[in-house]
């Protein structure tokens, strides 16, 4: 079964996004010192639909079920999206679906955010995530299995994903 694999990296503000929204992902660009600052990660399983995945500073760990045969809509002035596909075998897929009954409604990962970032510290919450991170845990999961997903760094800010995503394309093709 062949997995249609989205990540949207957000690089500008959307023109409906409250102040803080905005004031934020400006924070964020300033302190990574990156053009991007969020990563979502789309995955359209056939026969299942599409599961958006990424962490929110107000809602933790996000992780939505989106009906089959939906699109889920982005501002394309807003985002880049790069796309590839990619075909687990039935353990990783099995470990995907146990991993988001896991992680879904963990919090938001302040700490490493902060920390990590201004200070170069290496604090690691394991109760908490932020988007580029859980974006990077689960694009190593379905590629490597959980076991790998759980060994490697995924202290990334949105900028390593991106920068990664050539990667992950050329282990497909």
């Given at each position: 079964m062949k997995l249609?694999?989205?990540?949207?990296?957000?690089?500008?503000?959307?023109?409906?996004?409250?102040?803080?929204?905005?004031?934020?992902?400006?924070?964020?660009?300033?302190?990574?010192?990156?053009?991007?600052?969020?990563?979502?990660?789309?995955?359209?399983?056939?026969?299942?639909?599409?599961?958006?995945?990424?962490?929110?500073?107000?809602?933790?760990?996000?992780?939505?079920?989106?009906?089959?045969?939906?699109?889920?809509?982005?501002?394309?002035?807003?985002?880049?999206?790069?796309?590839?596909?990619?075909?687990?075998?039935?353990?990783?897929?099995?470990?995907?679906?146990?991993?988001?009954?896991?992680?879904?409604?963990?919090?938001?990962?302040?700490?490493?955010?902060?920390?990590?970032?201004?200070?170069?510290?290496?604090i690691k919450d394991?109760?908490?995530?932020?988007?580029?991170?859980?974006?990077?845990?689960?694009?190593?999961?379905?590629?490597?299995?959980?076991?790998?997903?759980?060994?490697?760094?995924?202290?990334?800010?949105?900028?390593?994903?991106?920068?990664?995503?050539?990667?992950?394309?050329?282990?497909?093709?």
């Open positions: 249609k694999i989205n990540i949207i990296s957000y690089h500008k503000p959307c023109k409906n996004w409250g102040i803080v929204d905005k004031t934020g992902s400006r924070l964020i660009q300033l302190v990574t010192g990156s053009k991007y600052f969020h990563t979502v990660l789309t995955i359209d399983i056939p026969n299942d639909g599409v599961y958006l995945i990424t962490a929110l500073y107000d809602k933790g760990v996000v992780i939505d079920k989106i009906a089959n045969g939906r699109e889920y809509i982005f501002n394309k002035e807003c985002v880049e999206i790069d796309e590839f596909y990619l075909t687990p075998n039935n353990k990783t897929l099995k470990d995907f679906y146990s991993e988001i009954e896991r992680l879904k409604n963990k919090g938001y990962d302040f700490k490493t955010v902060i920390f990590n970032k201004l200070f170069k510290l290496n394991d109760d908490n995530w932020y988007c580029s991170e859980i974006t990077n845990y689960f694009i190593f999961l379905l590629f490597y299995g959980v076991e790998l997903a759980n060994a490697i760094n995924n202290n990334l800010i949105p900028k390593d994903i991106k920068n990664s995503i050539k990667n992950y394309k050329d282990l497909i093709f």
